[in-house]
């Protein structure tokens, strides 16, 4: 398989976030010769190493077009999300970081709107409280690239959207 990606193309590597390709190497691998995307995860910096037949399996995927940033908004304004409220702060846990884990937007902007939601009507707990920052500094990141805007302009509607609930 051809690589998909391009040096300085922009890609989302899944629970990490947005990264530029800064280059397409050949690594040794267990012996074995493989093609690589050397990935930088723009948020921190830090420079991951994906070989290019396991994009699909991994999760590498292209940065959502513009056009879709509407329906990530859309699922933000749900105004009765799966809270979850009766279950355990643990249970709810492991199912957020389970939609964080896949790498799709749409999955980040539901566990950004449930927590936020949630927030609302009761103290999070510790990891409820760092997956809500998570979840939305992904969602800052990417929709800024597809919006070509600044991470602040996405700030100020995320507080409008969720001041209203």
């Known amino acids: 398989m051809e690589p998909r990606f391009a040096v300085g193309d922009m890609a989302v590597y899944p629970a990490h976030g947005v990264g530029e390709v800064m280059g397409i190497e050949k690594r040794e691998i267990m012996g074995f010769k493989h093609k690589v995307y050397v990935l930088r995860i723009l948020d921190n910096g830090m420079k991951i190493m994906i070989p290019t037949n396991k994009v699909e399996s991994v999760g590498l995927r292209e940065v959502i077009p513009k056009a879709k940033v509407k329906e990530?908004?859309?699922?933000?304004?749900?105004?009765?999300?799966?809270?979850?409220?009766?279950?355990?702060?643990?249970?709810?846990?492991?199912?957020?970081?389970?939609?964080?884990?896949?790498?799709?937007?749409?999955?980040?902007?539901?566990?950004?709107?449930?927590?936020?939601?949630?927030?609302?009507?009761k103290d999070l707990s510790f990891g409820e409280r760092k997956m809500l920052d998570t979840a939305r500094n992904l969602l800052i990141k990417e929709v800024s690239i597809a919006r070509d805007c600044k991470e602040q302009t996405i700030e100020k509607e995320l507080e409008k959207i969720f001041a209203q609930n």
């Open 72 to 121: 990530v908004f859309k699922i933000l304004r749900i105004k009765n999300g799966n809270t979850s409220k009766s279950q355990t702060w643990n249970r709810r846990y492991r199912e957020y970081m389970e939609k964080i884990k896949t790498g799709s937007i749409f999955d980040i902007a539901e566990v950004l709107r449930d927590l936020c939601l949630l927030k609302a009507d």
